[in-house]
């Protein structure tokens, strides 16, 4: 059973910063690539950024400069630095992974419960 477990979430004022990680584990056999969404109040869930196994990557438009994904494919790990952190930015933000289970079997997508990052005065 593969397993995404995100951390680092928490309370943060505007403009400051946060650093969430991801440490996925189980059977896996390969990683084609690890990504963040986030899902705010009312709203639906989007893309943040996601990195393949190679190390491409992408973000939504209105991160970029600010946050950066990053990986470790050792430790089947990925991280996100947020900086200069918005209120509107608030929301759960969660792991995601297209993951491998085994030779020959396509990748399969798997979800993290979530960590809550909250930008408030």
């Known amino acids: 059973q593969v397993q995404l477990v995100e951390s680092g979430g928490g309370l943060v004022q505007p403009g400051g910063s946060l650093r969430l990680s991801c440490a996925a584990s189980?059977?896996?056999?390969?990683?084609?690539?690890m990504g963040w969404h986030r899902q705010a109040p009312g709203k639906q869930r989007e893309l943040v950024a996601a990195?393949?196994?190679?190390?491409?990557?992408n973000y939504i438009d209105s991160v970029k400069g600010r946050f950066t994904i990053s990986r470790d494919n050792v430790k089947n790990t990925v991280h996100l630095q947020m900086n200069s952190l918005k209120i509107e930015e608030t929301a759960v933000y969660y792991c995601?992974?297209?993951?491998?289970?085994?030779?020959?079997?396509?990748?399969?997508?798997?979800w993290g419960k979530g960590t809550l990052v909250t930008v408030s005065s």
């Open positions: 995601n992974g297209a993951l491998s289970t085994g030779w020959g079997l396509p990748p399969t997508n798997y």
């Open positions: 189980g059977s896996i056999f390969s990683i084609n690539a």
């Open positions: 990195i393949t196994s190679g190390g491409r990557t």
